[in-house]
């Protein structure tokens, strides 16, 4: 076997962010950039020689041709084997079931999750580890300072490998085994849910529509609603996944899966929607005109979760992210079992799960998963709630309406200023930072601050800190301002504003979010100076 050292020079701007290294397509097809990548995360490994590694991305473009980079530089470097999903496609989710379902020692997983595909759109990879969760800042941190030094690569000098057909083949004196993509996921859904009682909504004439957004979850949605639980064909749209996603923007939100929103508000409306994004690890919930926010979600869910076969015993603790709302604690505390508040991010749950003190996490953004896998799972999602939906024999209206008569409704919404000049978006951040200090106590129309910081997460499993992670101006009563900076982005920066309120007695369904925390709003963007200081004068996507 030919290894060939290629020379290399470190690139700049190669800092991974929140889900590993996003960026533009021309900027990975510069000569030896994923490479350079790649060999900075086995550099930053210990051990993992004859070991197994996981590959598989979303489908986008360049995902084939990385992962033939991929497969020979880890030949090159030593590892033993390599299991990579046909046609070089696991859904972020399945690669972390299989790293831990094989006892893998970790992964590389290519996508820029919801972000769009094309020549001209985004790519991105991140680095799991042997719990199936994305790495800790502690080896991304590793990484990064490892790109900056980075001076050669290894590669084995070997034609393509066949990742099309199933089975095993020798590269070099590695063994790469090309695998069913959808198999070993949809076991671990089999023995989570009732699929008996789910078929049988289908076969009394439920009606869903499951929007895969021409993304990765396509031919998992088809096998698992459309041949094991029996849902009618059609029932999952834009099913094929494709390498520009069909042009769209498979971000499950509602802004962007408007032909689902259009399906389910339509006076024949289905009985549910759902969506999942890029990679397959958010998912959006509707019922018939109802949308449910992530975060009520995560809270029903957690409500419900006994009704279901894998949880039957009941969660031991629940973990949200600081911007999420605090629909998931009042349950929590009603279920007498502690709830945790980690910074924006997956890998944060990673721990509290391995450590058994979480066992349903979940996210604004449209994340959602439990301790099945340590990365957030659209489908999982979609799952729990048929088979909660069916257990209860009620519709989602019904059971969002009975869960804020008992917990009351925390109203939320979050505000966009995408593409902003970085150097604005850092200063603005920094006022506040300065403007925090002393809001403590101050009446702002009618709210009065509780408590202004820039939030810190010390962990409790390990004792690491994160600091920076989001201004927040809580005020009595439960409001919520939040801003932070995104870490997912891949032009100039995007300013999130999260806005939350909440009411102790609700009593009608569908009272406009908008116009509920209209005062919020204006608060909001008035203490940050978001026009003065961006340009901006409305925020470019509302969720
Ligand atoms: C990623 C992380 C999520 C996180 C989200 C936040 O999601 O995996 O844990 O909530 O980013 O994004 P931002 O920093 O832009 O607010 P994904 O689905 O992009 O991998």
Not at 84 to 95: E, H, R
Not at 251 to 272: I, K, Q, R
Request: glycine share 10%.
């Amino acid at each position: 076997m030919a290894i060939k050292i290629i020379k290399t020079t470190p690139f700049k701007g190669q800092k991974p962010g929140t889900s590993g290294l996003r960026k533009k397509v021309v900027e990975f097809e510069k000569p030896h950039y994923l490479a350079n990548f790649v060999q900075s995360v086995f550099d930053s490994l210990e051990k993992y020689k004859g070991k197994t590694l996981v590959v598989g991305g979303d489908g986008r473009y360049l995902n084939r041709e990385a992962v033939q980079i991929i497969l020979k530089m880890a030949a090159a470097n030593g590892f033993g084997k390599v299991l990579v999903g046909q046609g070089g496609l696991l859904s972020t989710p399945a690669v972390s079931c299989i790293i831990r379902k094989y006892k893998a020692f970790g992964g590389l997983i290519l996508s820029a999750s919801h972000n769009p595909a094309g020549p001209k759109e985004d790519f991105g990879i991140k680095y799991n580890t042997s719990n199936g969760g994305p790495a800790p800042e502690s080896v991304t941190e590793a990484i990064y300072a490892r790109t900056k030094k980075i001076s050669e690569y290894k590669i084995v000098d070997e034609p393509d490998v066949d990742i099309d057909t199933l089975g095993e083949i020798k590269l070099g004196k590695m063994t790469v085994e090309v695998i069913d993509s959808v198999k070993d996921y949809i076991q671990l859904m089999e023995e989570l849910f009732d699929f008996d009682l789910i078929s049988k909504l289908f076969e009394n004439g439920f009606s869903m529509r499951f929007d895969a957004m021409h993304a990765i979850t396509g031919p998992y949605a088809k096998e698992i609603f459309e041949k094991i639980l029996g849902a009618p064909v059609g029932t999952v749209i834009n099913g094929k996944p494709k390498t520009d996603f069909g042009g769209g923007h498979p971000d499950p939100n509602l802004a962007h899966a408007h032909e689902l929103v259009n399906l389910m508000t339509d006076s024949d409306a289905h009985s549910f929607g759902a969506a999942s994004d890029g990679d397959g690890d958010r998912n959006m919930i509707l019922g018939k005109n109802i949308f449910v926010t992530p975060s009520d979600s995560l809270a029903v869910l957690a409500a419900n979760a006994h009704l279901v076969p894998g949880y039957k015993h009941g969660i031991v603790g629940v973990a949200r992210s600081m911007p999420t709302s605090g629909a998931a604690d009042l349950v929590a505390k009603d279920l007498l079992v502690k709830s945790y508040e980690t910074p924006t991010g997956w890998k944060f749950f990673g721990n509290l799960m391995d450590a058994d003190k979480v066992t349903f996490c979940g996210e604004e953004s449209f994340g959602t998963g439990s301790s099945h896998i340590r990365e957030k799972d659209g489908l999982w999602a979609v799952l729990l709630w048929l088979n909660i939906l069916a257990a209860r024999g009620e519709s989602v209206e019904q059971i969002m309406q009975s869960h804020w008569e008992k917990y009351g409704r925390n109203y939320y919404s979050r505000h966009d200023y995408e593409a902003v000049n970085s150097e604005m978006a850092v200063k603005l951040m920094d006022n506040l930072r300065a403007k925090s200090a002393d809001m403590k106590g101050k009446k702002i129309g009618s709210y009065e601050v509780e408590l202004c910081d820039d939030f810190s997460y010390t962990d409790p499993i390990d004792g690491s800190i994160s600091n920076n992670q989001g201004i927040r101006i809580l005020f009595k009563g439960g409001a919520r301002i939040i801003y932070r900076l995104s870490g997912t982005g891949t032009e100039g920066a995007t300013l999130r504003i999260y806005i939350e309120s909440y009411e102790k007695n609700h009593e009608k369904l569908n009272i406009d979010t908008q116009n509920n925390l209209a005062e919020l709003i204006s608060i909001a963007v008035q203490i940050a100076e978001v026009g003065m200081r961006t340009g901006r004068y409305r925020p470019s996507v509302i969720t």
